[in-house]
T-cell receptor
Framework: GAGVSQSPRYKVAKRGQDVALRCDPI?????LFWYQQALGQGPEFLTYFQNEAQLDKSGLPSDRFFAERPEGSVSTLKIQRTQQEDSAVYLCASSSRQGAPNTEAFFGQGTRLTVV | DAKTTQPTSMDCAEGRAANLPCNHS???????VYWYRQIHSQGPQYIIH???NNETNEMASLIITEDRKSSTLILPHATLRDTAVYYC???????????FGSGTRLQVQP
């Protein structure tokens, strides 16, 4: 497909379980972003990659959250020991430029994580 | 970073123009105005952006006041598929991520 692909679309985890969320960006896109969106709110920035380098992880809410993009394409967001407050939609976006403001970001449909 | 103020919700009749306002009275000279929308159960979608000139593309027009303290997104002929939350976002050059607020929930009525 031509768009950003995220998997799984839905994930139910028991509290304390580890989860891994996958993002396949648009081929050739340099920049990749992860956002967290709680119910009824706008997306909030988590972390940013330029190729394989994680240049900004200021939005990660705790050290239980970890993201990687080892080969500069596919990215994985991992959440360890999930808590109920981690329940949200996790969105991935990619763009073709190095974070320049005058480019559009393409978002995936997101992964809805529910921690029970 | 400057903040934006948008109405919480708006209605628009199908086929009419939808005018979505955004106030950004503390905008800095190097901050761009971006608009994204999010249709239910989908990721946000880029619509348009501008710095100080009015912009138009196949989706919408962006009108920025001369003092840049406010802007309006115009959907010229709204359809039911335009029902979504619309986000007005300010981002400066060099900033890597978008800062979303609460947006305006636009409901297009048949």
């Amino acid at each position: 497909g031509a768009g950003v692909s995220q998997s799984p679309r839905y994930k139910v985890a028991k509290r304390g379980q580890d989860v891994a969320l996958r993002c396949d960006p648009i081929s050739g896109h340099v920049s990749l972003f992860w956002y967290q969106q709680a119910l009824g709110q706008g997306p909030e920035f988590l972390t940013y990659f330029q190729n394989e380098a994680q240049l900004d992880k200021s939005g990660l809410p705790s050290d239980r959250f970890f993201a990687e993009r080892p080969e500069g394409s596919v990215s994985t967001l991992k959440i360890q020991r999930t808590q109920q407050e981690d329940s949200a939609v996790y969105l991935c976006a990619s763009s073709s430029r190095q974070g320049a403001p005058n480019t559009e970001a393409f978002f995936g449909q997101g992964t809805r994580l529910t921690v029970v | 970073d400057a903040k934006t103020t948008q109405p919480t919700s708006m209605d628009c009749a199908e086929g009419r123009a939808a005018n979505l306002p955004c106030n950004h009275s503390t905008i800095s000279g190097n901050e761009y105005v971006y608009w994204y929308r999010q249709i239910h159960s989908q990721g946000p979608q880029y619509i348009i952006h501008g710095l100080k000139n009015n912009e138009t593309n196949e989706m919408a027009s962006l009108i920025i006041t001369e003092d840049r303290k406010s802007s309006t997104l115009i959907l010229p002929h709204a359809t039911l598929r335009d029902t979504a939350v619309y986000y007005c976002i300010l981002e400066r050059a060099g900033r890597r991520a978008l800062t979303f607020g609460s947006g305006t929930r636009l409901q297009v009525q048949p």
